[in-house]
């Protein structure tokens, strides 16, 4: 059978098991986009906000038990257990289907399905995969929109024979009997399935409507199915965003950055240096494809087409460039509403309006305890947005990666930025990332260090330690002299609880090394951790930072990382026995440097 009858069976199939009223097939154009936003403020699934303060913009309210991705409701369904690894939530296909069958069936009743053909990356790409989301959620189709390429184009690689990755979605809320619909439909967290089937290209998802769980192209497709297709076919697919550097003498870079979240990486993805001359331009916020090309480079694409940003903390003070991107054609979900029809959240602005609609629709006012908008309220804006996107995210060949930063929110122990011995070393420094738990996170465990390997832990898509080996063979498949150099960056360092680092614009000051370091311009200190700046290669030209405190954001404390190793020895526990032995030599590697220091 060939992919044009596998996408009409498919559909006809899916049809007769959800049974869902019409089925509507998206072309992709920005008429259908307006129309279904119109029926949604209609049947007031939507508001419209001011058109004047915020044209073409909207806000949603979702369920309150319907406000993040739901880790431990997402799957991986390998016929192996091992294949899922010791990391991920595995169940046999044998036992996931029949469970969720049982839950589709009839799920979409008295509801609209959509059929969303969409590319990851640019239509045609090498670089690029495609997909197609059934789903029975309008705020889904309309979100798909602006985070993928939607529209025929994709039916007609589809036609051609292009193979697909499968996406059912349902909100698990069927309408029988002419039954009142609800403003945000969701299934009860035990019902609800995030469910991967790698063997199969094939993802499953019931009862969430919410971001990551139900816009299927990103977490599920670029990343978890990416992955799983990335070590098959000798590629990576990253939790990344990617940026374009030009120095003053219009030498152009590019750079990939793995962060956990709140760490500030969209921030990083829109920056605007503050060292004179340097310009920054966007290819992406959260995720990169890379690939090697014929002449050994390894090159990154961005496969979204969107941002779909955490609006709390979004200031013009901490990412302008976020804030014009979001003053027009943006759908916002959650966020507060003021008087005048406008959105607000935490520290938008110093002092939070006098009154305001909260995310669950009840009147706020300053003295209110609880905040006005959810702690992971979003904005999803076209990426074209966005003021300082780069031309080259149209490019079907993607951009040379000259280095890749990994980092984490560390208030002690990690230098601001050190750099990887070697790519090896560098995938050491990956596997072991972490980052303190703040109080938007989990507040049982503040303070503590959550290891995220890659910023990836919920998004590999298999075991994990045949992920590091993956990384490790990527090493070797390059030229050392073409491959990314790898630096490790910590921006969080602090002292008597006050961060030691401006941070924002002035990270530009570590970016310039980081490229000089790249271009061979200047020499490094080796520390037993890896390489350190020499303080003369830093710029500090009208840096408000004492010298005292420019020192202490490099010091290597013998004793805060002899606690490290401890805690690496005990993160690399999850590993099992699938733990890859270049990366235990790495960690006796440190400790015996750090015992001859
Ligand atoms: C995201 C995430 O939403 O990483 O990007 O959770
Ligand atoms: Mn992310």
Redesign the pocket.
Known sequence: MNAKQRLSNWIHKTAELCQPEKIIYWHGTDQEYHELLEEMVKDKKAIRLNQELRPGCFLFRSDPDDVA?VENRTFISTTLQRDAGPTNNWISPKVLKPKMLKLYKGSMKGRTMYVIPYSMGPIGSKFSKIGVELTDSPYVTVHMHIMTRTGDKVYDLINQGQDFVKCLHSVGYPLENNQHDVSWPSAPIEQKYIAHFPEENMIWSYGSGY??NALLGK?CFALRIASYQARNEGWLAE?MLILKLTSPDNKVRYVTGAFP?ACGKTNLAMINPSLPGWKAETLGD?IAWLRFTKEGYLRAINPENGF?G?APGTSYATNPNAMKTIQHDTLFTNVALTDEGDVWWNDMTPEPPSHLIDWLGNDWTPSCSEPAAHPNSRFTSPITNNPITAEEFEDPDGVPISAILFGGRRPNTIPLIHQSFSFQHGVFLGSIMGSEITKAVISSEYGRVRRDPFAMLPFIGYNIGDYVKHWLAIGRMGDPEKLPKIFYINWFKKENGKYLWPGFGENSRILKWVLDRCDNLVDATVSPIGYLPKMEDLDRNSLNITEENFNKLFLIDKSLWSQEIDLIEEHYKIYGDSLPKEMRDELDGLEKRLLLQ
């Open positions: 991705r971001g990551g977490k939790h979240s959260d779909f955490v």
